[in-house]
């Protein structure tokens, strides 16, 4: 079965850090460029970021420009979101998606379950 | 950034109806325009990429069409199983950004 499971989501002061991990099974994760997407109340669903395949390219939401990493391990078939300078905006479900290959043109066909980061004092 | 708008936010349908859902991109998008079906506490679902290509295992009721910088998703023949929040989103350029969604419930 194709899936893809989140984890290390929890509770965080502003201005800390938090690493997420996707762990990716029934697919050539290598094959696949790979997606995080967040969805909150106040501001709906946003895609936050995509790698490549091999991890040469990365691409991100501005407003997680320079405080979120995104980063990928084929080896062991993960995918991570290292998230520091956490503001309370930041706040959300965070999903781990594939990237569809061509014809699909970057929608994301298999997403997690999600794991929940909240930013708090 | 590219905006995504769609209308209505929420409607109201019955078992058999057919249901239209639009989606407007703030500029020329070139067919890059996807729907994801979500249901409360669950992942969105891919149903259509590339504007009107129908994702593997998603019933045929389910179709996409574009005009220009308008993007329609109908429902054909309504089942209890559809009753979800659908989103469009653009992934023509970064950040691809998804609408607002619309809600279609009983």
């Known amino acids: 079965e194709v899936q893809v499971v989140e984890s290390g989501g929890g509770l965080v002061q502003p201005g800390g850090s938090l690493r997420l991990s996707c762990a990716a099974s029934g697919f050539i994760f290598s094959d696949y460029w790979m997606s995080w997407a967040r969805q909150s109340p106040g501001k709906g669903l946003e895609w936050v970021a995509h790698v490549r395949d091999d991890g040469s390219e990365k691409y991100y939401l501005d407003s997680v420009k320079g405080r979120f990493t995104i980063s990928r391990d084929n080896a062991k078939n993960s995918l991570y979101l290292q998230m520091n300078s956490l503001r309370a905006e930041d706040t959300a479900l965070y999903y781990c998606?594939?990237?569809?290959?061509?014809?699909?043109?970057?929608?994301?066909?298999?997403w997690g379950q999600g794991t929940t980061v909240t930013v708090s004092s | 950034d590219i905006q995504m708008t769609q209308s209505p936010s929420s409607l109201s349908a019955s078992v058999g109806d057919t249901v239209t859902i639009t989606c407007r991109a703030s500029?020329?998008?070139?067919?890059?325009l996807n729907w994801y079906q979500q249901k409360p506490g669950k992942a969105p679902k891919l149903l259509i990429y590339?504007?009107?290509s129908l994702q593997s295992a998603v019933p045929s009721r389910f179709s996409g069409s574009e005009s220009g910088t308008d993007f329609t998703l109908t429902i054909s023949s309504l089942q209890p199983d559809d009753f979800a929040t659908y989103y469009c989103?653009?992934?023509?350029?970064?950040?691809?950004?998804f609408g607002p969604g619309t809600k279609v419930d009983i």
């Open positions: 590339t504007a009107s």
């Open positions: 998606a594939r990237v569809g290959r061509h014809p699909y043109y970057y929608a994301l066909d298999v």
């Open positions: 989103q653009q992934t023509y350029s970064i950040p691809f950004t």
């Open positions: 500029q020329g998008i070139s067919s890059r």
